[in-house]
Structures are given as structure tokens and as C-alpha cells.
T-cell receptor, first 112, second 115 residues
Framework: SQELEQSPQSLIVQEGKNLTINCTSS?????LYWYKQKYGEGLIFLMM?????EEKSHEKITAKLDEKKQQSSLHITASQPSHAGIYLC????????????FGTGTLLAVQP | DSGVTQTPKHLITATGQRVTLRCSPR?????VYWYQQSLDQGLQFLIH???????AKGNILERFSAQQFPDLHSELNLSSLELGDSALYFC??????????????FGEGSWLTVV
């Protein structure tokens, strides 16, 4: 079955610094989602990427999809305390069921 | 606010009991998904319904069942509860059934504690 591995597992950065989170799939990616979660709360939809080479940005967050590498990256520019939380990537596993599975998550802390 | 409503937000119950979690999808969404999130297992897919029909199943235990009603709300029934069932249960919804190009929105979750 498909697996999504995220790196790093956790990250502490100083406010204002840039950072990148990676999501690597064990199989072909059929759409890639990025969500953000505050501990114990719901998942907030950030972005969805569908095609290889696609890049999307929302405010200071940019996500890219590299289909050949079966990988997506999430880049935050000039991080702020409001960016802190758990970032989760999700992908369709293809096939008949086409269900959305998730990576292990990356915990981000931003120090003021 | 994603527009997906889950009740109850918190629930404490004893082992062996049965509980029902309820989900109202976003207006216009026909798909409902259920997920379980725990510290050791992460976010696990349980089941997907589209317009009242079951479309996909994950590693959902036989003690768990779900259904989607004609008004499109969904319920997840958990029975013979065990301590290990304690987790955050999420409902999500989307317009279509497929994953590609289909934005999926999550509710705030229902915290279940089994004591």
C-alpha cells in the first residue's frame, strides 16, 4: 500500500526564517494535498496540487509537486508564530478505492 | 470554519459501551469521509460514502460501522468500546467522490475518551 513520509518530523525555527517541509510518496502520486492542524483541532485545507511541476502559493506558503520524484515540498517564507502547528500531506492512493491517505506529519514551532 | 459540523465535540464513555458520532457535510457536498487520529497511528482513513453509498473502506474495525442518510449527514457507530479506541475522530466532506481535483474539507473532530 502507498505510504507518505514527511521530513523533518519536527522543526523549530526563529521567527522570520524560511523553512521547507517535504513529503515523499512510495508510489505514484494522484493529487497531493497540504493541511495544517493545531493540536487537537481540525485540519485546515492549505493547497491541492494535481500536476507534475505545479506550484501554488497562498500568502507566504508555497507548495510544489514533483511527480517524477513522487515528492512535494511546502515552503514557508519569513515564518511567523501563526505558522506554528502540524503540517500534513495527503495523497490519493489511486486504484479503485481512490482514498486519501496522510503522511506522518511535521510539527513546526516558531520562536518569537 | 470549514462548514463541516461534527457532534459531539467531546465524549467520555466506559469500555464495552456504544457511541454514535454525527457529521453534517458542507452544503452541496455529497461525499463524507471518516478518519481516526491517534498519537501512535496518526491519521487513518476509515470509510467513505458518496450520496448514500459506501465507496471505500480503510482499516475500519468490525465493531465500527457508518452510514450516510438521504439528507447526506453521516453517523459513525462505535461499539464494544476498548481503551485503544480513544482518539480524535474526523469527518470530512467534498463535492465529488474522486480524489483528484476534489477539495476535501475537515470538521473540528470528536474527541472520544474510553475509560
Amino acid at each position: 500500500s502507498q505510504e507518505l513520509e514527511q521530513s523533518p518530523q519536527s522543526l523549530i525555527v526563529q521567527e522570520g526564517k524560511n523553512l521547507t517541509i517535504n513529503c515523499t510518496s512510495s508510489k505514484t502520486l494522484y493529487g497531493l494535498y497540504w493541511y495544517k492542524q493545531k493540536y487537537g483541532e481540525g485540519l485546515i485545507f492549505l493547497m491541492m496540487l494535481q500536476k507534475g511541476g505545479e506550484e501554488k502559493s497562498h500568502e507566504k506558503i508555497t507548495a510544489k509537486l514533483d511527480e517524477k520524484k513522487q515528492q512535494s515540498s511546502l515552503h514557508i517564507t519569513a515564518s511567523q508564530p501563526s505558522h506554528a502547528g502540524i503540517y500534513l500531506c495527503g495523497a490519493g492512493n489511486g486504484g479503485a478505492t481512490n482514498k486519501l491517505i496522510f503522511g506522518t506529519g511535521t510539527l513546526l514551532a516558531v520562536q518569537p | 470554519d470549514s462548514g463541516v459540523t461534527q457532534t459531539p465535540k467531546h465524549l467520555i464513555t466506559a469500555t464495552g459501551q456504544r457511541v454514535t458520532l454525527r457529521c453534517s457535510p458542507r452544503s452541496g457536498d455529497l461525499s463524507v469521509y471518516w478518519y481516526q487520529q491517534s498519537l501512535d497511528q496518526g491519521l487513518q482513513f476509515l470509510i467513505h460514502y458518496y450520496n448514500g453509498e459506501e465507496r471505500a473502506k480503510g482499516n475500519i474495525l468490525e465493531r465500527f460501522s457508518a452510514q450516510q442518510f438521504p439528507d447526506l449527514h453521516s453517523e459513525l457507530n462505535l461499539s464494544s468500546l476498548e481503551l485503544g479506541d480513544s482518539a480524535l475522530y474526523f469527518c470530512a466532506s467534498s463535492v465529488r467522490a474522486g480524489i483528484s481535483g476534489n477539495t476535501i474539507y475537515f470538521g473540528e473532530g470528536s474527541w472520544l475518551t474510553v475509560v
